[in-house]
């Protein structure tokens, strides 16, 4: 079958009644999440993860996990749409991806240009979400043929150059970001060893059997040790939200626009193909590109419509473009993807190259209904933006709280165990305190779930060279990504040293 | 950037790491048909954490810039919502969702700002009962109910 053919199957599986809903509901939780301060993508896909899996528990198992990766997959662009709105309204940004886009939101508010700004930031996001789409469709089969052709040394070296990737551009120190990764790695090897049985660093524990659950983990690092951060620092919005008069932009604005958003798009894609990249450094460099390429860059910084539309179809195509390495590869290029990938794992599929022949419904399921979703988003964002905008005013008496509530419900619903729960509050005093002395916490997330697979194909790999570890310098694939690998790293190193300045992702 | 904090944290993970190596060393070293055991990955990561820990410890010792931050915590309202948290975390089995998350609602909404109690009461009344309805009797998921002892249901 071609590719059409399997998109149309894979439409025919998004357009299923419950799957609609399921879109629906992810982008609508995706876009408050998005405005909420307080709650990023990382945090409102994990809380999410247990209750699609309560919600998707009467339909078989591999149409439960279509449609609860479809959900989870909505929150995730979603967020992206909706993070923009608070960097536009409030000058702060709902999600760390839409910092740029302050810059220039908040000078078109104050001008009283909020609609034209949320319009064309949702006509940008929509328009990279397209663009991100069409490169996923072309992308996936031929990678993932390539993948498929990897041994075991090739596999581990391919999760050592994405650590090593993750790790190079995360914070401010990579000592630190290093450090957090083999700490995320090392909490993995906690529990039975699949390979061999025998127990490790259980301490007689019966809880730690099974290993330490990636849900608690993210749940209690990033959504309890965000609301722990409000609590202790009285963050609150107190900003003056800007008004919104006219939600449809002129004509000028569509013709200034048209041309960043596409170039924003497709930069934004391919730096969210690189591991490690994402979404913030998307929508950073497609912002300079455009202030360079504009004809009266003086413009920008203070209201300039393409200094909005860029960065944010930047921000959007790039988690569009993250999606490809999960799903052609099994690994996960960012925090969020990470947290997406974990959910895979818990419905038993495993993201890689045999995704796309064991599971096709799901695998191009999930890649139709980002149409659907992107469309959904665009329809909802224009005329409901006045609404979100109220979300905004949600007062963080009510939400801190009902946040550690949600955890707890969450963590609760799919372990039922105590020791869970108060893993989850541990985690958050250990998350904040990590992530406020720039200690990396997606490192750390993307190690624990890509730990045990790293361990076996290591293992698996040696097993086959009889425990020589030659074979991954001998293998030329394998030593290719482990020298890519290596480069990420020293570059950056040799640029400071050289006195550069060097820009960091810092998600989470 | 704190550096006394930095180097804590760079002795505590090195701890940990030395932890992992002298741990994996009682892990049976072989797996049936290979010579390759359960404890190499562990304890070359625990080797990998241990170095990283001592330089970050030395680039602490390198820059000696001490910069106070004025921070201006909120210890107090911190504490009361974090144990409160985790007692509500660890009496949540004994008992019943509705109940203890009502409890920790009120708790939490009269830390963050006194006040309103009414709006407080019914606030968290709807969304303790109602997450529980919802999430047990319309999706059929499994919640610890009310205590028995309550003589409810």
Known sequence: MSTIDYLAHGLATAMQWHNIVFVFLGVLIGTVVGVLPGIGPMSGVALLIPITATMTGGLGPEEAATSSIILLAGVYYGAMYGGSTTSILLNTPGESSSVVTTLDGYQMAKQGRAGAALAISAIGSFAAGIISLIGLIFLAQPLSAVAIKFGPAEYFSLMVLGLLAISGLAGKSMVKALMMTAFGLLLATIGIDSVSGVERFTFGMPELYQGLEFLTIAVGMFAVGEVFKTILERESNDGEIAKINRILPTRQDMKESAGPIARGSVLGFFIGLLPGAGAILASFFSYVMEKKLSKNPEKFGKGAIAGVAAPESANNAASGGAMIPLLTMGIPSSGTTAILMGAFIMYNVQPGPLLFQDHPKLAWGVIASMFVGNLMLLILNMPLVKLFAKVIETPAKYLIPLIIVFSVFGVYAVQYSTFDLLLIMACGVIGYVLSKNDFPLAPLVLGLILGPMMENNMRRALTISNGDFMIFLQKPVSLAFLIIGVLWISIPLLLKLRGKKVIINEEG | ?153
């Not at chain 2, 992992?20 to 080797?47: D, E, H, K, Q, W």
């Not at chain 2, 609602?105 to 309805?133: D, H, N, P």
């Open chain 2, 1 to 153: 950037m704190n550096h006394s904090f930095d180097r804590y944290a760079g002795i505590v993970f090195c701890a940990i790491g030395i932890a992992f190596m002298i741990g994996s060393r009682s892990i049976t070293a072989s797996a049936y048909g290979s010579n390759v055991g359960a404890n190499i990955f562990p304890m070359f990561l625990g080797g990998f954490l241990s170095l990283m820990s001592a330089r970050l410890i030395y680039e602490t010792f390198r820059k000696q810039r001490q910069q106070k931050r004025q921070s201006n915590l909120d210890y107090k309202r911190f504490v009361i919502i974090f144990t409160a948290a985790v007692l509500y975390a660890f009496f949540l089995e004994d008992i019943g969702f509705v109940i203890s998350t009502f409890l920790f609602l009120m708790v939490g909404f009269q830390t963050m700002e006194r006040g309103k109690l009414w709006k407080s009461v019914l606030i968290a009344a709807c969304f303790s009962y109602g997450v529980y309805y919802l999430f047990v009797n319309v999706l059929d998921g499994s919640l610890p109910g009310f205590p028995a002892w309550l003589g409810i249901s």
